[in-house]
């Protein structure tokens, strides 16, 4: 047998657009089948996305329109890592856009209310630094920071 775990996202009803943002901005992302409801279920229009199967970055994830029961919380988040400001900002930029919620030390939350954390491997590499002064240091310039920036954590760490 073989298995296979990948996150699965109950949306209200945005699951289709949710999936064409996260393709957008993460490489090496795409969308693999958009599945629509049949005639006769309950609630919907005939022909309204129910599913949608995607890859970010290779990893499968499936997408489910359900209604408004249930909503994300932080308990779940998308871990991001990469290796410029550029992609920094253009992942945070990107997923606060139209609506989303900037939080601190890298997190947010998109559009949808799904939490992401936008991390700069610089970040793991200052926190692990030999020199205890020095990750004590871009940790709390870290602490202080929504979008984490790169310059901001070296010229801390610098002290």
Same mark, same amino acid.
């Given at each position: ?8 996202? +109950? ?19 795409? =969308? ?19 599913? =949608? ?8 994830v499936e997408a489910l329109n359900a209604g ?11 871990? =991001? ?6 992609? =920094?900002?253009?992942? +945070? ?13 890298? +997190? ?50 610098d002290g």
């Amino acid at each position: 047998m073989q298995t296979r775990v990948h996150p699965f996202l +109950w949306f209200d009803d945005q699951a289709a657009e949710a999936a064409d943002l996260y393709v957008s901005l993460i490489p090496k992302s795409r =969308v693999l089948d958009t599945r629509t409801y049949p005639d006769g279920a309950p609630g919907v229009a005939p022909g309204t996305v129910m599913s =949608v199967s995607f890859e970010l970055d290779g990893l499968p994830v499936e997408a489910l329109n359900a209604g408004p029961q249930f909503r994300f919380t932080e308990a779940f988040s998308f871990f =991001v890592s990469v290796s410029t400001q550029e992609e =920094v900002d253009a992942l +945070w930029d990107g997923l606060v856009a139209g609506g989303g919620e900037p939080s601190r030390c890298g +997190w947010l939350k998109d559009r949808f209310g799904l939490s992401w954390q936008i991390v700069p491997t610089a970040l793991g590499e200052l926190l692990q630094d030999p020199d205890p002064g020095r990750a004590q240091r871009a940790m709390q310039a870290m602490l202080g920071m929504q979008k984490i920036d790169i310059a901001a954590l070296h010229a801390a760490a610098d002290g």
